[in-house]
């Protein structure tokens, strides 16, 4: 079984920055990522980072939003700059590690708080 363990959530205004971090209980992982979910709104893909190194991130996001990684602490980093009111939401981190052709399994932290004042 896989954990995760997210930290960094806070209140700031809009402009300032924050950093989220994701402590995965393992080493082993394909990709993992970050997701958001503002009240009354779809869960969104944020950011994500692959085993190799590769990011992509959501257009909202990009050039403020940096995710990183430590491969010796097995955590994942997501910097948050200029901040803005519409990125208040709840993150989640992910892990997904790809079992088989068929089934890739997925592992979610247990959420932790952005928001953002104007």
């Known amino acids: 079984q896989v954990q995760l363990v997210e930290s960094g959530g806070g209140l700031v205004q809009a402009g300032e920055s924050l950093r989220l971090s994701c402590a995965a209980s393992?080493?082993?992982?394909?990709?993992m990522g970050w997701y958001r979910q503002a009240p009354g709104k779809q869960r969104e893909l944020v950011a994500t980072i692959t085993n190799g190194g590769t990011t992509d991130y959501t257009v909202s996001v990009k050039g403020r939003f940096t995710i990183s990684r430590d491969n010796v602490k097995n955590t994942v980093y997501l910097q948050m700059n200029s901040l803005k009111p519409e990125d208040t939401a709840v993150y989640y981190c992910?892990?997904?590690?790809?079992?088989?052709?068929?089934?890739?399994?997925?592992?979610w932290g247990q959420g932790t708080q952005v928001t953002v004042s104007s």
């Open positions: 393992t080493s082993i992982f394909d990709a």
């Open positions: 992910n892990l997904r590690s790809v079992r088989s052709a068929y089934f890739t399994k997925e592992y």
